[in-house]
C-alpha cells in the first residue's frame, strides 16, 4: 500500500496542478489570447462583435462606427487603440474624465469580439467627400470665423473645442449638422452658465472649473470670472445650449459642403 501511495502521487500532483491551472482565469485568458492570434476572429466572431457593437456601442460612435457623440472608430489607426492589448483595455475599462464608461458586464470573449469588429472597420476606406478642402479652409478662417473660438494645430481661440483631428472623431454627417445646429452636439466640458452675484455681478460663459465653494467661467470675449458660491443669488446651467451660433444661413449649400470638406480633412497631421 505505501508502494501504490508514493507512486500515485506525482500523479496526483499532476492532476491537481492541471486542474487548478484550467480553473485560473489568467490562464483561461492567455490560452484565448493564444488561441486568437493562431485562428485570428471568426466570421461569428465578428458577428457577435457587430451585435454587441450596435447595441452597446452606436449609440455615440453610430452604425459602422461612422462617429457621433464619441469619436468615430472606422479608421486605419485608433488614437487610444494602438494594439489589440490597448483597444481591449479601452472596452473593458473605459477611459477616466471621458464619457467612455467601462464595458465590466462583458466577459472577455465578449470584448474580443467587439475589439475584432472595431478592427474590421478600420478597413472602410475614408468617406470621398465632393467638397473643396482649400476652399473650406479659407471659409473657416475668414467667413465662418471659426479660428476665433477653436484650435486647429495650435492657432486659434480656446472658447470651442480643439479641432485638429476633428475628422478623426467625428463622421461628416456629425460635421454638418453640427455647423448647422450646435445645440444638440454640444460636447462635455462646454456648459453653458449663467451666474449672478449678491454685489449685482453678471456673468454667461462657458463653465471652467466649479467646487462645492466656487465656480469659474469664460465669456464670450474670452474673459475669466470667478464666484464664491456664497455670493451667488442666482445659478443658472444651460444644459444642451451651445455658445456657438448656427450657420444654417451664413452658408450656400456649397460652401458648407466645402467647411465640411475642410473638417473632415483634420486629421492631426501637420
Not at 147 to 172: D, F, K, N
Not at 227 to 235: D, M
Request: hydrophobic share 40%; charged share 25%; aromatic share 8%.
Amino acid at each position: 500500500m505505501k508502494w501504490k501511495w508514493r507512486l500515485s502521487l506525482p500523479a496526483f500532483v499532476l492532476i491537481f496542478g492541471f486542474a487548478l491551472a484550467r480553473s485560473n482565469p489568467s490562464h483561461d485568458r492567455a490560452q484565448d489570447r493564444a488561441q486568437d492570434r493562431i485562428a485570428g476572429p471568426t466570421v461569428s466572431d465578428l458577428a457577435r462583435g457587430k451585435k454587441i457593437f450596435n447595441n452597446q456601442c452606436a449609440l455615440c460612435h453610430g452604425i459602422g462606427g461612422a462617429g457621433g457623440r464619441g469619436p468615430a472608430l472606422n479608421q486605419p489607426k485608433l488614437q487610444r487603440g494602438a494594439d489589440n492589448a490597448a483597444l481591449f483595455k479601452v472596452i473593458k475599462q473605459g477611459i477616466e474624465g471621458s464619457e467612455m464608461p467601462g464595458f465590466w458586464q462583458l466577459t472577455d470573449r465578449e470584448i474580443r469580439q467587439v475589439a475584432a469588429y472595431v478592427r474590421s472597420l478600420g478597413r472602410v476606406k475614408p468617406v470621398e467627400l465632393s467638397g473643396d478642402v482649400a476652399r473650406g479652409r479659407q471659409l473657416f478662417e475668414t467667413k465662418g470665423n471659426c479660428a476665433a473660438c477653436h484650435v486647429v494645430r495650435g492657432q486659434g481661440g480656446v472658447a470651442g473645442p480643439e479641432l485638429t483631428e476633428i475628422g478623426l472623431r467625428r463622421s461628416p454627417a456629425y460635421l454638418r449638422e453640427a455647423v448647422l445646429d450646435p445645440d444638440p452636439a454640444l460636447p462635455d466640458g462646454f456648459l453653458v452658465i449663467s451666474v449672478t452675484a449678491a454685489d449685482g455681478r453678471r456673468a454667461r460663459g462657458v463653465r471652467v472649473n466649479e467646487d462645492s465653494f466656487s465656480i469659474q467661467l469664460r465669456d464670450a470675449d474670452n474673459r475669466f470670472h470667478s464666484f464664491r458660491k456664497s455670493e451667488i443669488t442666482e445659478l443658472k446651467k444651460e444644459f444642451g445650449v451651445s455658445t456657438m451660433p448656427s450657420y444654417k444661413e451664413a452658408f450656400t449649400a456649397t460652401e458648407l459642403d466645402d467647411l465640411v470638406a475642410y473638417l473632415y480633412s483634420l486629421r492631426g497631421q501637420k
